[in-house]
């Protein structure tokens, strides 16, 4: 169970403490002001954009004259009215804003409408003349593969002999599965609201986690100065990665209509629009050879993975590459071999989320490590137990980093106690003996995840950090908020470090013209990097003060202490924070910093997959039960017990509710939430009315959660700390390998089932009657 969280009068803003997010009563009440609260400024233009019907084809004819001529309509604009470069892509320059002679997915932009009302935008758009060239589609992992299409060259991991150890080994098992894509289903789609400034600029309110890439993008689009483009960003209704690359489509149509009609221009997307028009996601087809020995250790194993990248490569090169680096999960692998092809489809490009690869490679290895324990009769924890990576020896990752920060063995530990599985197991063993329709499952599944971009320049980070004379600060850094609690923490960390309390620190928007040159908040790296700048520009104006007052009282700088709003001077005299303060003001100290904050340690040769591309790792375990009705195929999860190490929590509140939200976000993906696209390339799950998100009742009924307690990272993380926003989203995997055993128990365990995810309804009664058929053939031939 979450504890309580204290009142403001019994904390004083510091770390470690569970703290309300800041927005939270805002978020409530229904005051919090996201883009499309922001009050609507005069002549405002609305903005649709027109999507290709069409799959794959030549673009023969676009015609908007029409278009131009409707009632209420101010504007359109194509590709041929782009003044700088028609492309919004993170790395390739493969993502055209508009298309130009080719459509490559249902959904791709073709122009933008600006009138008077969305309404008319959107009446006026229909009225277009387009002219296609049809041509065949490729739109699944299995087509792109017998046609040879790729966005990205294929890569191979290799350590050790694989081929010649699997010959040599006991046991030899293969399988395949696939995985599914996942929507990411913010509550607050994609929106921008470009207002146009002096001297060709713009300023442009993006719901974007990645403000500065905004910035780059805009800008070469309209051709003209970074320093033209400015973003501003408050807050989020959710991101998950969705937010990270494709905001800056919208965002530049929207500037491109501001800066050419001199009125400020609004596109925000409906949720249909969203749903076709973003990227998803990336869904796998995974085939795994694995040899192992009769006590269920892996002696060598060969994983392919293929996964449908879409039109464009996006952030499918390093999303693929993680997927590398998570195949191992917690397991040590001697002799691996893992190829990994990114698939070219027509379909919109995948995109980064939550986890970003490393579940893919994680849903993997766990379903072999339950395959191997059917195979062998065993607990499936006791094979994963046997893989496990050791302390000071079978601690090196195929990529040839070393764990040096190992406590999956102790947190395996303590939640098969704590949850008592063995006995769980036992009970279910029998209950699914007495029990003809209903069957249970249960599983533990351990995650260990990296934490670092693994391109290495994005581990870097600034803050600007202003204190005012009446001892109020004011912070500023490039991370976004999206509602994961990244600004409470931040500053918490400013508190801390000032010693004052957390209502004298203002949270401020995140903006580009305040600290340039960002990276995207990803890769759960937002609280240590912010952090550790914002740190970094608190204790500059620390040592000011410090410095300022030795000299102005006569004592040596040991004798200066910060407490609790207040500061001690040597024996005899104490300050307010804010008297210093305005002291300091007075003898001309600055009272400004910068901070800056570069990631330690890593260093990666993406050639050859080897280094330390993560800074630490953050480790997890998670024990769900699930029962599954065998005439329906309905299913749910009816129990989980966690426990996941976030170090020396800065939150344990926000914390808290990351791991269960990320849970539940992993537990929708491997159960419920299916995109489906026709054999035209359109995607028909484009709503909620057909593409099911976990509501309220899909929470486990019993939810036990804990922070990992004695633990502190061992690295020089913000104090001691570890990343919380990814690792807990693997937590799910259990709720999928509990769903498998239930269904394996409809043969009495005879057989082991081919589930795929998402493991619905449908596809779960597909895998029961394909048990019950297997094991009606097998006695047949036995008699």
Known sequence: MRNPTPSKTEIRGKVHKPLIHDSAIKQVSGEADYIDDISEPKDLLHLYVAQSEKAHADLVELDVTDVKAADGVVAVFTATDVPGINDASPVLGDDPVFAEDIVEYVGQSLFVVAAESIEQARRAAKRAKVVYNEKPAILTVDQAMQAGSFVLPTRQLKRGAPELKREQADRRLSGRLEIGGQDHFYLEGHISLATPREDGDVHIHCSTQHPTEVQHNVAKFLNVPDHSVTVEIRRM???????????????????????RTGRPAKLRLDRDDDMIMTGKRHDFVVDYDVSFNTDGVVQAVEFVFASRCGRSADLSAAINDRTIFHADNCYYFEDISIISHRCKTHTVSNTAFRGFGGPQGMVAVERMMDAIAHDLGKDPLEVRK???????????????????????????????????????????????????????????????????????????????????????????????????????????????????????????????????NTSATAASSGSDMNGKAAQAAARTIKERLIEFAAEHFEVAQSAIQFMPNRILIGDKKTLTFAELVQLAYLNRVSLSSTGYYRTPKIHYDAENYSGRPFYYFAYGAAVSEAVVDILT???????????????????????????????????????????????????????????????????PDIFNMALFENAENVEDSIHKSKAVGEPPFMLAISAFNALTEAVSSVSNYELFPELDAPATPERILKSVRAMQIGVTSDRSAAE
Request: net charge negative; glycine share 10%.
């Open 237 to 259: 209704g959710g991101g998950f990665g969705g937010k990270e690359t494709q905001g800056a489509w919208f965002a530049a149509m929207a500037a491109l209509v501001a800066t």
């Open 386 to 516: 046997a893989n496990l990576y050791g302390k000071n020896e079978r601690n090196v990752t195929p990529y040839h980093m070393t764990v040096e920060d190992n406590i999956a063995p102790e947190i395996i530990a303590e939640l098969a106690e704590k949850s008592n599985y063995l006995a769980r197991r036992d009970e279910i063993r029998e209950f699914n003996k007495n029990s003809p329709y209903l069957k249970k499952g249960l599983s533990l599944t351990p995650v260990k995840f990296g934490i670092s971009f693994t391109t290495t320049f994005l581990n870097q980070a600034g803050a600007l950090l202003h204190v005012y004379t009446d001892g109020s600060v004011m912070l500023n850094h490039g991370g976004t908020e999206m509602g994961q609690g990244l600004f409470v923490k931040v500053a918490q960390v400013v508190a801390e470090e000032l010693q004052i309390d957390i209502e004298r620190v203002k949270i401020t928007a995140t903006t580009t013209d305040k600290v340039p």
């Open 633 to 699: 195929g309905e299913n749910k999860i009816t129990r989980v017990d966690i426990i996941h190490d976030t170090g020396k929590s800065l939150n344990p509140a926000v914390d808290l509710g990351q791991i269960e939200g990320a849970f539940i976000q992993g537990m929708g993906w491997l159960t419920t939430e299916e995109l489906f696209f026709d054999d035209k390339g359109n995607l028909k799950t484009h709503a909620p009315s057909t593409y099911k998100i976990p509501a309220c009742s899909d929470r």
